[in-house]
């Protein structure tokens, strides 16, 4: 018996960071999934196989002991199969860039979720975001949720810790840039480095969250009246918020700097530290956009929100 379920990507508009704290953040997913392949064997056994590697592995192993960038699959698996009389074989499939900011993880997280529960029945979508947050904690202790969330139910969304998620219903005629610095980041050590700076600059930070707050309810109206001019301006902002915590370096400045002259602006998006940057085009300046980065051999590519979110087959 075979399950398959794939998941989009995603992208943090406005709040990343922030929204570890408590502040409001703006995402959307995106039409790049990963799919994830999970099948019954008889042998008590854990198979895993993805492009980043492959993992064979007996169950009820304690999750500590796990030394692999797959342990979020062996924690659904072995979590699925507890009491059961059979093994797992799993493989994964991505469109994914890893460790770019592109949710990479959380798509992961939400197809395996999906994909191995389905073996012994049918749960809800909600019941599979709380098993992929919990997948997710195996590699990122200290997630927000915003990712796997938006993952799961897709489209465009504000979600915060507290409340959880509320999705956007404009569709906003925007385009988004996407420019990959092709330098790979750890979310867990980024948020860390945050952490840091946040107990060193206590007032600084939470002056800096409030601001977060204001902009990013500046900018759900701004999302009413599909005010393209505006958003990019509060993307600027924003990323001037996300230079001063310190996730940004001068590759990224380069690539935002390209950004900021033919879009209406330019910001990271995802944990910083290296990753992608995003900038906010429509028709009118979409492929001049994309051409400016092109002469500056940056590898860029432009994605249309996903409206559909985790699909099973
Ligand atoms: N193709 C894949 N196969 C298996 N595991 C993957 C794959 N892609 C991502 N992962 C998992 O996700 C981890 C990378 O997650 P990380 O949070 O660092 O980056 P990201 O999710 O791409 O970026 P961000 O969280 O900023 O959006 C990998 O270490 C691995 O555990
Ligand atoms: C950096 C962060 O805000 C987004 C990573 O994509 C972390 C999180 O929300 O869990």
């Known amino acids: 018996m075979k399950s398959k379920a794939s998941a989009p990507g995603k992208v943090i508009l406005f709040g990343e ?4 704290y408590g502040v409001k953040a703006i995402l959307c997913a995106i039409d790049k999934r990963i799919t994830v392949t999970a099948e019954k064997i008889s042998e008590r056994k ?3 196989k993805s492009n980043i590697g492959e993992l064979e592995i007996q169950p009820n192993k304690l999750i500590s002991e796990i030394n692999s960038p797959l342990k979020p699959f062996y924690y659904l698996a072995n979590k699925i199969i507890q009491n059961k009389n059979f093994g797992l ?3 994964v499939d991505s469109e994914i860039p890893l460790g770019v900011g592109l949710g990479s993880s959380s798509a992961c997280c939400v197809a395996g979720a999906a994909a191995i529960s389905k073996l012994v029945g049918d749960i809800s979508k909600e019941e599979i975001l709380k098993l ?3 997948a997710e904690k195996t590699i990122f202790e200290n ?3 915003a990712d796997c969330t938006v993952c799961t139910f897709g489209g465009l969304m504000e979600y915060d810790k507290k409340n959880g998620f509320s999705k956007i219903e404009s569709e906003p005629n925007f385009h988004l840039v996407i420019v990959n610095s092709n330098v790979e980041h750890s979310t867990e050590s980024v948020v860390g480095e945050v952490k840091k700076y946040k107990e060193n600059n206590k007032e600084k930070f939470s002056k800096l969250c409030e601001d977060e707050s204001v902009l990013v309810e500046n900018v759900l109206e701004m999302l009413k009246e599909n005010n393209v001019k505006g958003l990019g301006q509060k993307i600027i902002q924003n990323q001037k918020f996300l230079e001063t915590i310190g996730i940004s370096n001068n590759k990224l400045r380069d690539m ?3 950004g900021n002259k033919s879009s209406f602006g330019a910001k990271i ?6 990753g992608c940057i995003f900038a906010l085009t429509d028709e009118s300046n979409l492929e001049d956009t994309i051409k400016k980065f ?3 051999k940056y590898e860029c590519f432009s994605v249309k929100i996903d409206f559909k979110g985790l699909d099973t087959f």
């Open 17 to 20: 960071h922030f929204v570890v």
């Open 46 to 48: 854990i198979f895993i």
């Open 89 to 91: 074989k799993i493989n």
């Open 132 to 134: 992929a947050i919990e």
């Open 143 to 145: 997630t927000s949720g």
């Open 256 to 258: 935002i700097q390209i």
């Open 269 to 274: 998006t995802g944990a910083g530290g290296g």
């Open 294 to 296: 092109k002469e500056k």
